[in-house]
């Protein structure tokens, strides 16, 4: 199956060969693909996220380890309840892997060899996992203060591990020049990838009776969780699944927070900002590839940013493993902003949200910060 790749800002096809990232403009590239799926085709399907074949550009060979369908559970916060699905549960701890799949199925596809990925973490263990399902080599780029715990999982995937001192843009530099001599798996450039997180909006359409809820709660780094639920919604609205696409709250952390800042100016693109330390790593991205099509897609929704403290992301890290929930301090973040939100939600209003990651990916910094307080 063969789906050309098109640039939103110039207008300009391209045949897909796994290599390329940009338009010669400069723009991102997305794919041109209208799904097919409809509700009844999923029953009697596995319940995982490729029970939605129909609306995933790949053919049926696919590179799996089961991943998909988390549950999405009732979680009382500050005495309101909030939907939240259960990402942490994937196969590598982290919702990377619905991107990852569809990713490594359509590169193993084209019969690539070998790839090279850039990551905080999260993204570089799906890859480097579902690389190793496919039989790829894998090398995989890290900012030299990444977890422990995530650049062992990724050895242990078999994957070659490079840690880069500097920034995390010094680190996707460093991981582009490699990409000369192999494929960039990369999880923002790549709309493969984006097809995949847009599962996270079918199951949640599915989970709720085919109904969207009136709010999304969702990280916002380089956003393809945020860009991957959208698309989502949108192709469940446009073909009559749903009645509406749902308000998208993005959450960055303020000592990070470069889309919110052009959002609250009124911008079509990220603004440079100084930047400190967050223990919400997973979202600690300066210049986000993607950011004027995050800041178009929360605009067109009707929603909004939402900035959160360092001291509130601890916060709610320490409420949510108080209530049972070990989960990350980026996806502490996340829940964070998802309270900031329900204070002033109207009654009745559906919030969904996630938990991106577990737990386990930082035990040793949340250890420390458990301590702290």
């Known amino acids: 199956m063969k789906y050309p790749l098109h640039c ?18 400069g723009g ?48 009382t916060l500050d005495g309101r309840q909030l939907l939240v699905k259960q990402e942490q549960l994937f196969p590598t701890g982290s919702y990377k892997d619905r991107g990852a799949a ?63 001192p500097g920034t995390r843009e010094d680190t996707a530099r460093a991981a582009l020049e490699a990409a000369a001599t192999c494929v960039y798996a990369s999880h923002v450039y790549s709309p493969w990838f984006l097809q995949g997180t847009k599962t996270f909006a079918y199951e949640v359409a599915e ?16 956003g393809t969780l945020l860009l991957g639920a959208y698309m989502g919604f949108v192709e469940l609205a446009r073909s009559g ?18 889309l919110a800042a052009a959002f609250a100016a009124g911008l079509d693109e990220p603004v440079a900002v100084h930047t400190n330390a967050t223990v919400a790593e997973g979202i600690a991205i300066a210049a986000p590839a993607r950011g004027s099509q995050v800041l178009a897609a929360v605009r067109a929704s009707g929603g909004s940013f939402v900035t959160v403290s360092e001291q509130e992301i601890i916060a709610s890290l320490r409420d949510c493993c108080l209530g049972g929930w070990f989960i990350e301090p980026t996806s502490a973040a996340v829940i964070a902003g998802a309270r900031r939100c329900a204070r002033t939600a109207a009654p009745g209003e559906t919030i969904v949200t996630a938990f991106t990651g577990h737990g386990l990916k930082a035990a040793a910094k949340i250890a420390e910060l458990m301590k702290s307080l």
């Not at 590239?29 to 939605?52: C, I, Q, T, V």
């Not at 009776?209 to 380089?222: I, K, M, Q, S």
């Open 8 to 25: 939103a800002r110039c207008g300009r096809d391209y045949d897909d060969d796994g290599r390329r990232l940009r338009c010669d403009c």
């Open 28 to 75: 991102m590239l997305d794919l041109r693909f209208e799904p097919s799926f409809k509700p009844n085709m999923a029953d009697g399907r596995s319940h995982d996220l490729w029970r939605y074949r129909e609306a995933l550009p790949v053919g049926n060979d696919v590179v799996t380890m089961g991943e998909g369908w988390t549950p999405l559970l009732p979680v």
């Open 102 to 164: 569809v990713l490594m199925t359509r590169l193993h596809e084209l019969g690539v060899k070998h790839v090279v990925e850039d990551s905080s973490g999260n993204a570089g263990c799906a890859v480097a996992a579902y690389a190793a399902r496919a039989g790829i080599a894998c090398d995989i780029y890290v900012p030299e203060d990444t977890s422990p715990a995530k650049t062992a999982q990724i050895e242990a995937y078999g994957a070659a591990l490079h840690r880069v």
């Open 207 to 222: 989970q709720l009776g085919w109904t969207a809820p009136d709010t999304l709660v969702l990280p916002t780094g380089n």
């Open 241 to 258: 699944i749903v009645n509406h696409v749902p308000r998208i709250v993005a959450v960055q952390a303020a000592a990070c927070a470069p």
